[in-house]
């Protein structure tokens, strides 16, 4: 799933998903006193810009150029100085360490490998006192659903993440929950598994 992939994803149609933000994040971030944000895959730019209008400085990360331009095309005038479209690959280059108040990571497939150095890239990224939210389709979902493409077992899971923070985080939501909004179109996702954790040093 490189560039090219994503790319033509976005290509394929003129709008891929809703347009809104992802409900996980509204009801995880909503009551949090805006800082610094990471969106990571941040796709068309909904998350990010739902961000940007409750006041956070957002850093929003695609691989997809297609993605990007998209994005920064919806970015109303008042909104846009508090945006940031960054063109990255963060499994192979990690973001900033200890920069940001929020690293937010919504359905973005994140590989499982040894040593686990992508992820800690990004759990780095935190700053003391900062959040990670991360979400994702639960395994049961992706497993019954499967194209044949790839093994859903192959990426992380929140448990997985989970067992890997050290005494640095606070676990504040691990946790399965039924999807309040319709999965995109062709997809047949029905919850989600979400992880929230506080760096608290």
Known sequence: MDARHWDDMYRSRDQVFSGNPNAVLVAEVGGLPPGQALDVGCGEGADALWLARCGWQVTAVDVSEVALRRAAGAAEDDVRDRLSWARADLTATPPPAGTFDLVSIHYFPLRREPGHSALYGLLEAVAPGGTLLFTTHVLSDLISHRDGEYDPADFYQPDDIAQL?????????????????????????????????????
């Open 165 to 201: 923070l050290g005494p640095a985080w606070s676990v504040l939501v691990n946790e399965t929950r039924p999807r309040t909004a319709p999965a995109p179109p062709g997809a047949h996702h029905t919850h989600d598994a979400v992880l929230r954790a506080l760096r608290v040093r």
